[in-house]
């Protein structure tokens, strides 16, 4: 399995912007499917973004498409989660997750059991 540390959350003010990284140590970096999950308090886990081996796929969950984009540099063993116009509602824990298995299709990238590796979380808070 891949160790993943997540880094680059914090507090924001409504509107702006973070981005988020994610580390990986362990296997080959660029084997993984990886994704970006959340989870804010008193709520399910909730899928926010995936991206394919070589970076050319990316999908996304309705809510952030259009202000978050999922990116990797397999040279540097890193996921990015750049976040935008953020909104209050976007407030919970991040966490960055890898799969090796195949995806068939594309709603299979937005379950969160498909994946084998989790990282610990990193909190961000958008103030209204």
């Known amino acids: 399995q891949v160790q993943l540390v997540e880094s680059g959350g914090g507090l924001v003010q409504a509107g702006g912007s973070l981005r988020l990284s994610c580390a990986a140590s362990?296997?080959?970096?660029?084997?993984?499917?990886l994704g970006w999950f959340r989870q804010a308090p008193g709520k399910e886990p909730e899928f926010v973004a995936a991206?394919?081996?070589?970076?050319?796929?990316?999908t996304y969950a309705d809510s952030v498409k259009g202000r978050f984009t999922i990116s990797r540099d397999n040279a540097k063993n890193t996921v990015y989660l750049r976040m935008n116009s953020l909104k209050p509602e976007d407030t919970a824990v991040y966490y960055c997750?890898?799969?090796?298995?195949?995806?068939?299709?594309?709603?299979?990238?937005?379950?969160?059991?498909?994946?084998?590796?989790w990282g610990q979380g990193t909190q961000v808070t958008a103030s209204s």
């Open positions: 991206i394919g081996r070589s970076g050319q796929f990316t």
């Open positions: 997750a890898a799969a090796e298995r195949t995806f068939y299709t594309s709603s299979s990238y937005s379950r969160g059991i498909r994946y084998d590796s």
């Open positions: 362990g296997r080959t970096f660029s084997c993984y499917v």
